[in-house]
């Protein structure tokens, strides 16, 4: 199934996006310097469909990685 981007969801200290990916949402966040690595990070935590984190542990991402790279990422980790 291919993921599809809900809504964004930006505030001022993140980029971020509700996305839908078989039948489970995430919430993909994108700062452009972590508080511990000073280097940009991209992290993809399970929310609930109005975006609402329900898990506070990531799925994917990492430091350096694009929006694009997370959520191929979590596809195929949930292939």
């Not at 452009?32 to 690595?37: I, S």
């Not at 109005?50 to 990492?62: L, M, P, Q, T, Y």
């Amino acid at each position: 199934m291919k993921t599809k981007i809900i809504k964004e969801l930006n505030n001022s200290d993140s980029k971020a996006c509700l996305i839908e990916l078989n039948h489970k949402h995430y919430v993909v966040s994108s700062i452009e310097c972590a508080f511990d690595t000073g280097l940009p990070e991209t992290l993809v935590f399970p929310c609930d469909s109005k975006g609402n984190n329900i898990d506070f542990s990531e799925v994917a991402g990492g430091s350096n990685i694009s929006r694009e790279q997370a959520i191929k990422e979590l596809e195929v980790i949930t292939e």
